[in-house]
């Protein structure tokens, strides 16, 4: 069973750069058969899905994010990375890394969850 | 606003068959299959099924379903460790993104 874990700064200023690292526990970051993928949610409200990257670089960035989102993969070291710039409080919520299991079809889910991490924008 | 539509709170009793809803249109719901995830006390989420295949772990009293553009999550003997907020979760065609309902909450009286 894939494990996976965020890290990065809990506390970032408006105006700057989010950035977080997902570290996965297994091999399969260099599988054809996942995407993978941020999630996050604010307090008291749904998931919200950020974006996701391939094993190859190939990246899909949700709409409303996508001016401010990069998404980076280093399988190397078994992790992937999401930069957000130009934050604000509105992008204070917990942030999950998700492996998103890719179908022929073109489907996907996300098969595993990291634990999330809480990250806070504020002065 | 959510790109699918779910129920806000179901509630029901143990034993209870319970049916989860979940609505999009052809770019999305009606190409694509859903999965559903369940997320206890806004804790990490957790895989239940994806499109009629139950996650592991996942008892088989949950089951999925798919008509059109709408897919159902159902729990046959609803108990009370079901209690949860559920979100189902799709690819969308059109805008190459994945979209989430808004999720419902569900209660076992």
């Known amino acids: 069973q894939v494990q996976l874990q965020e890290s990065g700064p809990g506390l970032v200023k408006p105006s700057q750069t989010l950035s977080l690292t997902c570290a996965v526990s297994?091999?399969?970051?260099?599988?054809?058969?996942?995407?993978w993928s941020w999630i996050r949610q604010p307090a008291g409200r749904g998931l919200e899905w950020i974006g996701r990257i391939y094993t190859n670089g190939n990246t899909n960035y949700s709409p409303s994010l996508k001016r401010r989102l990069s998404i980076s993969v280093d399988t190397s070291k078994k992790q992937f990375s999401l930069r957000l710039t130009s934050v604000t409080a509105a992008d204070t919520a917990v942030y999950y890394c998700a492996r998103d299991s890719l179908f022929i079809t073109g489907a996907s889910f996300f098969d595993s969850w990291g634990r999330g991490t809480l990250v806070i924008v504020s002065s | 606003q959510s790109a699918l539509t779910q129920e806000v709170s179901v509630s029901g009793t143990v034993g209870q068959k319970v049916t989860l809803s979940c609505s999009g249109n052809n770019n999305n719901i009606g190409g694509y299959a859903v999965g559903w995830y369940r997320q206890i006390s806004r804790g990490a989420p957790k895989t239940v099924m994806f499109g009629n295949s139950l996650a592991s772990g996942i008892p088989d009293r949950f089951s999925g379903s798919k008509s059109g553009t709408t897919a159902s999550l159902t729990i046959s003997g609803l108990q009370p460790e079901d209690e949860g907020d559920y979100y189902c979760?799709?690819?969308?065609?059109?805008?190459?993104?994945?979209?989430f309902g808004g999720g419902t909450k569900l209660t076992v009286l």
């Open positions: 979760s799709v690819w969308d065609y059109s805008l190459s993104a994945h979209v």
């Open positions: 297994d091999d399969s970051i260099t599988s054809a058969n996942y995407y």
